[in-house]
Protein backbone atom coordinates (compact mmCIF):
# COMPACT_ATOMS: atom_id res chain seq x y z
CA UNK A 1 0.00 0.00 0.00
CA UNK A 2 1.44 2.70 -0.99
CA UNK A 3 1.16 5.67 2.17
CA UNK A 4 1.71 9.29 0.71
CA UNK A 5 1.94 10.11 4.35
CA UNK A 6 4.98 8.13 5.33
CA UNK A 7 8.13 9.27 5.95
CA UNK A 8 11.60 7.81 7.52
CA UNK A 9 10.94 7.29 11.58
CA UNK A 10 7.62 9.65 11.35
CA UNK A 11 4.43 8.28 13.16
CA UNK A 12 1.56 8.75 11.04
CA UNK A 13 -1.94 10.54 12.30
CA UNK A 14 -5.34 8.71 12.13
CA UNK A 15 -6.59 11.61 9.72
CA UNK A 16 -3.67 10.46 7.78
CA UNK A 17 -4.30 6.62 8.02
CA UNK A 18 -7.61 7.69 6.69
CA UNK A 19 -7.43 9.30 4.19
CA UNK A 20 -4.24 7.21 2.94
CA UNK A 21 -6.60 4.36 3.22
CA UNK A 22 -9.32 6.49 0.92
CA UNK A 23 -6.68 6.99 -1.93
CA UNK A 24 -5.60 3.19 -1.42
CA UNK A 25 -9.27 1.96 -1.94
CA UNK A 26 -9.37 4.42 -5.30
CA UNK A 27 -11.12 7.36 -3.76
CA UNK A 28 -10.07 10.74 -5.22
CA UNK A 29 -12.66 12.77 -4.43
CA UNK A 30 -14.57 14.30 -1.20
CA UNK A 31 -17.29 17.14 -0.59
CA UNK A 32 -17.58 18.81 2.70
CA UNK A 33 -18.46 21.73 4.33
CA UNK A 34 -14.96 22.72 6.81
CA UNK A 35 -15.27 22.63 11.10
CA UNK A 36 -13.15 22.35 13.62
CA UNK A 37 -14.16 19.22 14.41
CA UNK A 38 -12.12 17.35 11.72
CA UNK A 39 -9.29 19.96 11.05
CA UNK A 40 -6.97 16.90 11.12
CA UNK A 41 -8.43 15.17 8.13
CA UNK A 42 -8.38 18.52 6.16
CA UNK A 43 -4.96 18.63 6.72
CA UNK A 44 -4.22 15.37 5.68
CA UNK A 45 -6.28 15.61 2.56
CA UNK A 46 -4.48 19.07 1.82
CA UNK A 47 -0.73 17.20 1.95
CA UNK A 48 -2.17 14.81 -0.56
CA UNK A 49 -4.26 17.45 -2.71
CA UNK A 50 -2.33 16.00 -5.89
CA UNK A 51 -3.94 12.71 -5.38
CA UNK A 52 -7.37 13.46 -3.38
CA UNK A 53 -9.27 16.89 -4.43
CA UNK A 54 -11.85 17.92 -1.64
CA UNK A 55 -14.74 20.25 -3.22
CA UNK A 56 -15.88 22.41 -0.43
CA UNK A 57 -19.92 23.09 -0.48
CA UNK A 58 -22.01 25.97 1.63
CA UNK A 59 -24.30 23.68 3.51
CA UNK A 60 -23.70 20.10 4.67
CA UNK A 61 -27.07 18.92 2.54
CA UNK A 62 -25.84 20.10 -0.44
CA UNK A 63 -22.42 17.79 0.34
CA UNK A 64 -23.90 15.08 1.01
CA UNK A 65 -25.99 15.12 -1.78
CA UNK A 66 -23.05 15.85 -4.15
CA UNK A 67 -21.32 12.60 -1.98
CA UNK A 68 -24.76 10.80 -3.11
CA UNK A 69 -25.05 11.79 -6.46
CA UNK A 70 -21.10 10.73 -6.78
CA UNK A 71 -22.09 7.45 -5.68
CA UNK A 72 -25.22 6.55 -7.94
CA UNK A 73 -22.98 7.97 -11.10
CA UNK A 74 -19.64 6.35 -10.66
CA UNK A 75 -20.75 3.18 -8.88
CA UNK A 76 -17.85 3.81 -6.50
CA UNK A 77 -18.35 5.23 -2.19
CA UNK A 78 -19.30 9.09 -2.87
CA UNK A 79 -18.04 10.59 0.16
CA UNK A 80 -18.69 13.58 2.55
CA UNK A 81 -17.06 15.00 5.61
CA UNK A 82 -19.10 17.28 7.71
CA UNK A 83 -18.11 18.87 11.75
CA UNK A 84 -20.42 17.58 14.41
CA UNK A 85 -23.96 18.42 15.73
CA UNK A 86 -26.03 20.63 14.00
CA UNK A 87 -23.13 19.82 10.72
CA UNK A 88 -24.01 16.77 11.01
CA UNK A 89 -27.45 16.86 11.27
CA UNK A 90 -27.94 19.20 8.22
CA UNK A 91 -26.78 15.95 6.22
CA UNK A 92 -29.39 13.44 6.58
CA UNK A 93 -31.04 14.50 3.38
CA UNK A 94 -27.86 13.03 1.53
CA UNK A 95 -27.80 9.75 3.73
CA UNK A 96 -31.19 8.63 3.44
CA UNK A 97 -31.30 8.91 0.31
CA UNK A 98 -28.41 7.13 -0.29
CA UNK A 99 -30.05 4.58 1.83
CA UNK A 100 -33.30 4.33 -0.14
CA UNK A 101 -31.57 4.40 -3.27
CA UNK A 102 -28.61 1.35 -2.41
CA UNK A 103 -26.11 4.36 -3.47
CA UNK A 104 -22.63 3.91 -2.01
CA UNK A 105 -21.72 6.63 0.53
CA UNK A 106 -19.56 7.26 3.36
CA UNK A 107 -20.49 10.24 5.69
CA UNK A 108 -17.40 11.20 8.06
CA UNK A 109 -18.10 13.06 10.71
CA UNK A 110 -16.15 15.56 13.11
CA UNK A 111 -16.57 13.83 16.85
CA UNK A 112 -15.23 15.61 20.03
CA UNK A 113 -12.44 14.38 21.77
CA UNK A 114 -12.31 11.09 23.41
CA UNK A 115 -11.72 12.44 26.53
CA UNK A 116 -14.91 14.16 26.20
CA UNK A 117 -17.07 11.66 25.54
CA UNK A 118 -19.79 10.90 27.79
CA UNK A 119 -19.49 14.03 29.46
CA UNK A 120 -22.13 16.44 27.60
CA UNK A 121 -19.46 17.86 25.77
CA UNK A 122 -20.25 20.80 22.81
CA UNK A 123 -22.34 19.25 20.21
CA UNK A 124 -21.75 16.04 21.41
CA UNK A 125 -24.08 13.57 19.55
CA UNK A 126 -24.38 9.63 19.43
CA UNK A 127 -24.03 9.24 16.10
CA UNK A 128 -24.00 5.81 15.76
CA UNK A 129 -27.48 5.39 17.41
CA UNK A 130 -28.55 8.79 15.37
CA UNK A 131 -27.49 7.35 12.12
CA UNK A 132 -28.67 3.66 12.41
CA UNK A 133 -31.87 4.73 12.24
CA UNK A 134 -31.16 5.74 8.66
CA UNK A 135 -28.35 4.52 7.06
CA UNK A 136 -26.94 0.98 5.98
CA UNK A 137 -24.14 0.79 8.94
CA UNK A 138 -23.21 3.70 11.43
CA UNK A 139 -19.73 3.47 13.20
CA UNK A 140 -17.76 5.25 15.27
CA UNK A 141 -13.79 4.44 15.39
CA UNK A 142 -12.21 4.82 18.60
CA UNK A 143 -9.07 2.89 17.87
CA UNK A 144 -6.54 4.28 14.38
CA UNK A 145 -5.63 0.51 14.26
CA UNK A 146 -8.57 0.08 13.20
CA UNK A 147 -9.12 2.36 10.34
CA UNK A 148 -7.96 0.84 7.03
CA UNK A 149 -10.74 -1.99 8.46
CA UNK A 150 -13.25 -0.20 9.15
CA UNK A 151 -13.26 2.41 5.76
CA UNK A 152 -12.30 -0.79 3.99
Known amino acids: MDMAHQDAGEARTGAQV ?5 IAQG ?4 FCVPGESYLAALDAMRDVQDKFRMIVCRHEASASNMAEATGKLTGRPGLCFVTRGPGSSQGTV ?19 SYGDLGREAF ?7 MY ?3 AKWAVQIDDVARIPEIVS
Open 18 to 22: LIDTL
Open 27 to 30: STLA
Open 94 to 112: GIHTAQQDSTPMIYFVGQV
Open 123 to 129: QEVDYVA
Open 132 to 134: SKF
